[in-house]
């Protein structure tokens, strides 16, 4: 049974959490390009995607940790040192995914579409084309109404945030490969 549920465990992982860390990945860059081209809905639409990607396989994610304990009550390994860590880790990269990340490229992905509904709003009213050529002196730069777009960082800090799930995962990885102070012979 113990290969078993270790079999379940690594290919939760593998489809579960490797899409997460990917799409996560690919977010903070498409999130700039689609800022700054608002006109651009092949980009939006790859934000959208990006973003459902994580919050659906962050969801199926769950069976990692679920699979990773059953396993390591079949192993009787539950008290080890290597394996707590890992749980701990675990619980702070589904942290940082669910509190950081997610929320983020959330607020992103509403900036890319209010200034995307603004571009067109603008072209329209004005004539011009996504370059806001034309547009009536005073008019006011929508894409500063959600305070995402008018901050250039947003997308550096999620990137970061990002960085800080991937190299938690890896560390886990590492830590379910080599485990330190194992006696059960990996």
Same mark, same amino acid.
């Given at each position: 049974?113990?290969?078993?549920?270790?079999?379940?465990?690594? &290919?939760?992982a593998?489809?579960?959490?490797?899409p997460?860390?990917v799409?996560?990945?690919?977010?903070?860059? =498409?999130?700039?390009?689609?800022?700054?081209?608002?006109?651009?809905?092949?980009?939006?639409?790859?934000?959208?995607?990006?973003?459902?990607?994580?919050?659906?396989?962050?969801?199926?994610?769950?069976?990692?940790?679920? &699979?990773?304990?059953?396993?390591?009550?079949?192993?009787?390994?539950?008290?080890?040192?290597?394996?707590? !860590?890992?749980?701990?880790?675990? =619980?702070?990269?589904?942290a940082? &995914?669910?509190?950081?990340?997610?929320?983020?490229?959330?607020?992103?992905?509403?900036?890319?579409?209010?200034?995307?509904?603004?571009?067109?709003?603008?072209?329209?009213?004005?004539g011009?084309?996504?370059? =806001?050529?034309? !547009?009536?002196?005073?008019?006011?730069?929508?894409?500063?109404?959600? *305070?995402?777009?008018?901050?250039?960082?947003?997308?550096?800090? &999620?990137?970061?945030?990002? *960085?800080?799930?991937?190299?938690?995962?890896?560390?886990?990885?590492?830590l379910?490969?080599?485990?330190? *102070?194992?006696?059960?012979?990996?």
């Amino acid at each position: 049974m113990t290969k078993f549920f270790l079999v379940l465990h690594v &290919l939760a992982a593998i489809v579960a959490v490797g899409p997460v860390t990917v799409a996560a990945s690919m977010f903070p860059p =498409g999130a700039r390009r689609a800022l700054a081209d608002p006109g651009d809905q092949r980009a939006a639409q790859t934000l959208r995607l990006l973003h459902r990607i994580c919050r659906v396989y962050a969801g199926l994610g769950i069976a990692v940790p679920v &699979l990773g304990l059953a396993t390591a009550m079949s192993m009787g390994v539950l008290g080890d040192a290597w394996l707590i !860590a890992s749980m701990a880790l675990t =619980g702070i990269a589904a942290a940082v &995914l669910l509190a950081l990340v997610l929320p983020r490229q959330e607020e992103l992905l509403e900036a890319v579409e209010s200034a995307a509904g603004a571009d067109t709003t603008t072209e329209v009213a004005t004539g011009a084309g996504t370059t =806001g050529v034309g !547009a009536p002196i005073g008019a006011t730069d929508t894409t500063t109404s959600t *305070g995402v777009a008018a901050n250039p960082r947003a997308t550096v800090r &999620l990137a970061m945030f990002t *960085g800080i799930f991937n190299l938690l995962w890896a560390t886990v990885t590492i830590l379910m490969i080599v485990r330190p *102070g194992s006696t059960t012979g990996a």
